[in-house]
């Protein structure tokens, strides 16, 4: 019998799915919050119980101090996920997010719990370094490299009240994911995905079989077209991944390998 679990300040549980068997934990990108994730809940309930992170400094929570670093931030998230590990969990993080779900994995490994599988998109493995200051920008330079990227909605970057609301968090963000460094290969127990747009700035196909390097278990590296944000065009495509993951973790308890093939 599973125990009953509450949205918190970090956790939101947009459509309630009380008999799925297995749970899927979103981990948003930098400056990204809980509601970018709406529409995969929407997809995979009632089949799986779908909860995504809010990030403190946005939305809701735009009064809250961010956490400053990677590490904290991951601190705390996983106190907030413990509840939420009463089922199989699977994670699904993009950008900022792939490094925080496996942070978080690394914590709970240590409380001995292991989740099903990451899948970790749009973001290079952890050991691996860039020298990346986007957080230091003058405004200006700062903004254009949010448009560069596609992920943050135009109508919020044109709207300059809207923009002055969202850009604390988004420097803030940046700035943790830009001075995040792994400098070992701490491996965690469950399968990894790294999902990549194959045309994305950020990392490079190369930077993101490193993540092979993280597990001890099986690792698989899937390609799409597109830049940092392909998983906006390719949402559908990206949904039956995790939902065939899920399926087969309900089914049968454990998660069939993913095929490396092409999109």
Not at 29 to 42: E, I, L, N, T
Not at 84 to 112: C, N, Q
Not at 158 to 171: N, T, V
Not at 213 to 236: C, D, E, I, Q
Request: hydrophobic content about 40%; glycine content about 4%; aromatic content about 8%.
């Amino acid at each position: 019998m599973t125990t009953e679990v509450k949205d918190t300040a970090w956790v939101r549980r947009f459509h309630p799915a009380p008999s799925a068997r297995t749970r899927l934990v979103c981990f948003p990108h930098a400056g990204g919050s809980a509601s970018y994730f709406f529409p995969v809940s929407r997809t995979l309930s009632p089949r799986f119980d779908v909860v995504a992170l809010q990030y403190p400094g946005r939305q809701d929570r735009r009064s809250e101090p961010c956490p400053p670093t990677i590490e904290e931030m991951a601190d705390q998230i996983t106190e907030a996920v413990l509840p939420w590990t009463d089922l199989p969990v699977a994670f699904f993080g993009h950008s900022m997010g792939a490094i925080l779900a496996y942070e978080v994995t690394l914590r709970l490994k240590a409380k001995g719990i292991v989740p099903t599988g990451i899948f970790a998109s749009g973001r290079r493995a952890p050991s691996t370094v860039r020298h990346e200051t986007n957080h230091l920008l003058p405004e200006p330079e700062f903004i254009a490299e949010l448009h560069k990227l596609e992920g943050t909605e135009a109508s919020l970057l044109a709207d300059d009240d809207l923009l002055r609301m969202i850009l604390p968090a988004l420097r803030s963000d940046y700035r943790a994911i830009e001075t995040y460094q792994r400098h070992d290969e701490a491996k965690v127990d469950c399968p990894v995905v790294a999902l990549l747009g194959d045309i994305d700035p950020k990392v490079t196909a190369a930077e993101a079989r490193v993540w092979e390097k993280h597990t001890s278990r099986s690792f698989t590296l899937r390609l799409f077209p597109g830049g940092h944000f392909y998983l906006n065009t390719h949402a559908a495509d990206v949904i039956r991944l995790i939902a065939d993951h899920l399926t087969a973790v309900q089914n049968t308890g454990v998660a069939t390998p993913v095929s490396a093939a092409r999109y």
